[in-house]
């Protein structure tokens, strides 16, 4: 194989590597790095011997990635606060692979879940559940028996298959939800929020000890609706900045800009009823970087194009 054939089966196969490193990581930057050392590997490969370049590539990046997930994990043991998921400005309907029908594995509430998975059963999962291959494909890359693959796939999806794990409702549903939800936290109507919320709903928000972010999560649509309600109206109605919807990670949340910094970012999870499950307000700096350019650089239909 030719180095020229070689770039271009690497580049064929970049956004479906993309796809694959962010699930698994959680973080746009990571993936980007995950994919550029598979990349650096590949280059350095003997192209001539290698039979399945897809497997090959698939292989080295999901090897790749586990290898940064142990280090990840290290890190967030003394993370300042609860961690969420890296926000990507991207429409519903759209992955970075292009292809549809993994757009609802994309969204802030089930990048989530995915944190409740060992790294293993988290890229068994994904192999199979989101990118189709079979239990044998699976075991070639993860380098372990087909059984092992399936035990695997099956504990994973006991955590991430319930009824709220992958639910997106339509997009005239969302943006209902959003308006009321707008107009209950600058009213500072807790009966209001309350009607919007399920009897479980969590917040949690992200600062990573760099910005202002409750340091535990809220449960339960009382806590959760007083605590919106009061400390969020008036944080929003008093910061004098500018809230603006934008499509996240596929859902419509909220962009909050304080002197044209883009400064906190809402997002939602919704239970199989469309009532708000998950309420995540990301507010680390070095985690809204990427969205904030990706605004700056929206093509006119409000979607990050990663390719």
Same mark, same amino acid.
Request: proline share 4%; hydrophobic share 40%.
């Given at each position: 194989?030719?180095? !020229?054939?070689?770039?271009?089966?690497?580049?064929?196969?970049?956004? /479906?590597?993309?796809?694959?490193?962010?699930?698994?990581?959680?973080?746009?930057?990571?993936?980007?790095?995950?994919?550029?050392?598979?990349?650096?590997?590949? !280059?350095?490969?003997?192209?001539?011997?290698?039979?399945?370049?897809?497997?090959?590539?698939?292989?080295?990046?999901?090897?790749?990635?586990?290898?940064?997930?142990?280090?990840?994990?290290?890190?967030?043991?003394?993370?300042?606060?609860?961690?969420?998921?890296?926000?990507?400005?991207?429409?519903?309907?759209?992955?970075?692979?292009?292809?549809?029908? /993994?757009?609802?594995?994309?969204?802030?509430?089930?990048?989530?879940?995915?944190?409740?998975?060992?790294?293993?059963?988290?890229?068994?999962?994904?192999?199979?559940? *989101?990118?189709?291959?079979?239990?044998?494909? *699976?075991?070639?890359?993860?380098?372990?028996?087909?059984?092992?693959?399936?035990?695997?796939?099956?504990?994973?999806?006991?955590?991430?298959?319930?009824?709220?794990?992958?639910?997106?409702?339509?997009?005239?549903?969302?943006?209902?939800?959003?308006?009321?939800?707008?107009?209950?936290?600058?009213?500072?109507?807790?009966?209001?929020?309350?009607?919007?919320?399920?009897?479980?709903?969590?917040?949690?928000?992200?600062?990573?000890?760099?910005?202002?972010?409750?340091?535990?999560?809220?449960?339960?649509?009382?806590?959760?609706?007083?605590?919106?309600?009061?400390?969020?109206?008036?944080?929003?109605?008093?910061?004098?900045?500018?809230?603006?919807?934008?499509?996240?990670?596929?859902?419509?949340?909220?962009?909050?800009?304080?002197?044209?910094?883009?400064?906190?970012?809402?997002?939602?999870?919704?239970?199989?009823?469309?009532?708000?499950?998950?309420?995540?307000?990301?507010?680390?700096?070095?985690?809204?970087?990427?969205?904030?350019?990706?605004?700056?650089?929206?093509?006119?239909?409000?979607?990050?194009?990663?390719?």
């Amino acid at each position: 194989m030719s180095e !020229q054939s070689k770039l271009e089966v690497f580049e064929q196969a970049r956004p /479906r590597l993309l796809g694959l490193a962010y699930r698994l990581l959680g973080s746009w930057a990571d993936a980007e790095d995950a994919v550029q050392d598979t990349f650096l590997r590949w !280059q350095g490969s003997d192209g001539a011997a290698i039979l399945n370049p897809d497997g090959w590539l698939t292989t080295a990046c999901t090897n790749r990635c586990l290898d940064m997930l142990k280090s990840a994990h290290n890190k967030r043991v003394d993370y300042v606060g609860p961690w969420i998921p890296e926000p990507l400005h991207i429409e519903a309907g759209e992955t970075p692979e292009g292809d549809i029908e /993994r757009a609802e594995s994309l969204t802030i509430a089930f990048l989530h879940m995915m944190e409740r998975l060992s790294p293993k059963e988290r890229a068994a999962f994904l192999l199979h559940s *989101v990118f189709g291959q079979s239990h044998r494909q *699976v075991a070639g890359v993860l380098g372990m028996s087909e059984s092992a693959s399936r035990q695997l796939v099956s504990r994973a999806s006991r955590h991430v298959q319930g009824p709220s794990a992958r639910f997106v409702p339509p997009a005239e549903h969302q943006e209902k939800m959003l308006t009321a939800f707008l107009d209950a936290v600058m009213s500072g109507s807790t009966e209001q929020l309350a009607g919007l919320l399920s009897e479980g709903v969590q917040y949690q928000s992200d600062g990573g000890g760099k910005a202002t972010a409750l340091g535990r999560i809220l449960s339960g649509s009382g806590d959760v609706s007083k605590y919106v309600a009061k400390i969020m109206s008036r944080l929003w109605v008093g910061s004098g900045g500018t809230l603006e919807r934008r499509i996240i990670n596929g859902i419509e949340g909220l962009a909050l800009y304080e002197g044209g910094k883009l400064v906190s970012v809402v997002n939602f999870g919704y239970s199989a009823d469309g009532l708000i499950d998950q309420i995540f307000i990301m507010r680390n700096p070095d985690k809204l970087r990427g969205m904030a350019l990706s605004i700056r650089h929206d093509t006119g239909n409000g979607a990050l194009q990663p390719n």
